[in-house]
């Protein structure tokens, strides 16, 4: 249009240009149209190729969406058939070889609890026993001040020869397995067992101090891989009451401790050695059952990667030959925790996913300490007897303290009314322990965590529970000088905050797999836990494509290799 005005205006001639000067015009506004359609079928150009883009990312879209469509049909077929997979699980049974290996491994536990109960009714034939060494050597009487904290020390370095044992635990598990670790941990149990039973040959204490410490240590490993044994053995719908065992255990085992030192059998004091020397039984049993057992078959299909043998050891604890249901369970949490398989102590501290469930074994410990059970077990003599009970008594009644953690019994005795609440009140105490945090925290720690970070998990949370065994078993007799008749209300503010953490914070577990559970926690990183009792049975739409679009790459990798 410009070019056309000026020619028009060079034809009327109104104005007397050079034609020079109107032609070099003319030109220059023929380069500046040049440049334009240039510009333009460059643009043209950038349109086809954007054009070509999209068209190839509709046919990746189409892809994507057959894709989904492929993934969401083996979603639901993975869901039918978990779905089977843990109905199959659920019809397993208790069978003789299951129950033989898990007596086998429960003598570890039976150990924890006499050596936690047998330091109680002889204390007054140890602290004589102290009083003559001590004499024989300075020539002079101890003070009644000293002879308690040289007694406190005698019961409380078992719980730190249990801090490390516990904490030596999940590398013990990992590096010689758990029924080669349980088998190692009886030498330390017969070395304890004999240092105790020749303390008063030797005419010196320090050697029962070396051998609770000892034992200790032998106790805290038993504490760590017991649970952990029997979780990875038991059937999916017998975890949570197998698991109980390990308390039943514990309970046998404080019975017998208290029966047999009643003054009519070991409670004297030339029968105290042999009773704390009675300690070698339970590792020398072990020593002879457990050999026969087979090695946790998740270890040895998770960890070792043996899977043949892992066959074996099933087809052996379910009495059965038809074990494809638990192998592949443990594939399934294989694949949930690939990233894990190899978890350090410090990377399970510092997991988001792991930390939930981590905090959640590390207070259930707690709450059976700070309960103040232990501080029952240890000293119930002595405080039987500062409620008005004689000697005698007093100590049937810490029999009585044994048997109502098996058979909830009461003990009756013929004393005066406060007394007899005394004895009542602890005795409905430890019914409530005993059916609650007794039992619960052994195996739930096992429970939320998968094959990978379950050694450490473990490690930790038990020497947490070792720890504050220590604190209860060091600090109650000063606890009992300073708040004499409320000693028990510290302990009762601690059951307060951990009902509640308990009540809000702590999942259902029952009849749940490994990687259900780990799955829970996974989704739910980041975001507050108030709903999550019973709350296991959903699984996340992100949680099945993961898996299918697993299963999808595994069935590929499979038909190339065919091919």
């Avoid at 109680?120 to 004589?128: M, Q």
């Avoid at 990978?452 to 000088?481: D, E, Q, Y």
């Avoid at 989704?523 to 099945?544: A, C, D």
Wanted: with cysteine; aromatic share 10%; hydrophobic share 45%.
């Amino acid at each position: 249009m410009n070019l056309s005005a000026k020619l028009d205006e060079l034809q009327r001639g109104d104005r007397h240009l050079e034609t020079t000067v109107a032609l070099c015009e003319i030109r220059s506004q023929l380069q500046e149209l040049t440049k334009s359609v240039e510009s333009c079928q460059s643009e043209v150009s950038e349109v086809k190729r954007d054009m070509v883009a999209i068209k190839h990312e509709l046919d990746t879209v189409q892809q994507v969406k057959e894709e989904i469509e492929e993934l969401r049909e083996y979603v639901d077929r993975l869901e039918e058939h978990t779905h089977r997979r843990k109905l199959r699980l659920l019809e397993q049974g208790l069978t003789f070889f299951l129950t033989y290996s898990i007596f086998s491994a429960v003598l570890g536990m039976l150990q924890f609890g006499y050596n936690t109960g047998v330091i109680n009714a002889p204390e007054k034939n140890i602290e004589n026993f102290m009083k003559d060494v001590y004499k024989d050597r300075y020539g002079e009487d101890i003070s009644e001040e000293f002879i308690q904290q040289l007694y406190s020390v005698a019961v409380s370095i078992f719980a730190i020869g249990g801090m490390l044992g516990g904490f030596s635990g999940g590398w013990m598990a990992n590096r010689f397995g758990r029924k080669g670790g349980l088998l190692l941990n009886n030498v330390l149990g017969i070395s304890g067992a004999c240092l105790m039973g020749f303390t008063k040959v030797s005419h010196s204490y320090e050697m029962l101090f070396l051998g609770r410490f000892i034992i200790g240590v032998n106790c805290g490993l038993n504490t760590s891989l017991v649970p952990m044994y029997i979780s990875e053995i038991a059937p999916l719908n017998l975890r949570g009451g197998l698991g109980t065992v390990n308390q039943l255990a514990v309970t046998v085992g404080l019975l017998l401790s208290q029966v047999l030192g009643i003054e009519q059998i070991l409670g004297t004091n030339e029968g105290w050695p042999i009773l704390l020397g009675l300690a070698i039984c339970p590792a020398i049993l072990q020593l002879i059952l457990l050999p026969v057992c087979p090695e946790s078959p998740r270890y040895l299909l998770i960890t070792k990667q043996w899977e043949e043998e892992a066959r074996k050891a099933l087809r052996r604890l379910r009495a059965s030959s038809s074990v494809e249901e638990d192998i592949e369970e443990m594939r399934a949490e294989e694949r949930a925790q690939q990233a894990e398989s190899h978890i350090s102590t410090m990377e399970l501290i510092c997991s988001p996913t792991l930390r939930p469930p981590l905090i959640i074994g590390i207070v259930m410990q707690l709450s059976q300490q700070f309960s103040g059970i232990n501080a029952v077990f240890y000293y119930s003599t002595s405080l039987f007897v500062s409620s008005g009970l004689s000697d005698e008594s007093a100590k049937f009644a810490t029999i009585g303290i044994g048997a109502i953690m098996e058979f909830f019994g009461y003990v009756q005795e013929m004393i005066d009314w406060m007394s007899y609440l005394s004895v009542v009140s602890t005795l409905g105490f430890v019914v409530f322990f005993a059916v609650g945090p007794g039992s619960i925290p052994w195996m739930i720690t096992a429970e939320l965590f998968s094959q990978g970070p379950r050694p450490s998990a473990m490690a930790i949370a038990v020497l947490v529970n070792w720890m504050a065994n220590f604190v209860v078993g060091i600090g109650f007799p000063s606890m009992k000088t300073t708040l004499e008749n409320y000693t028990f209300l510290p302990f009762s503010v601690f059951l307060a905050i951990f009902w509640i953490f308990t009540y809000k914070k702590v999942p259902e577990t029952k009849n749940k797999t490994f990687e259900e559970i780990l799955a829970l926690f996974r989704h739910n990183n980041g975001r507050s836990m108030l709903n999550y009792t019973n709350s296991l049975e959903p699984q996340s739409m992100n949680s099945g494509i993961e898996r299918a679009a697993l299963m999808v790459s595994e069935e590929k990798n499979d038909s190339r290799k065919n091919i």
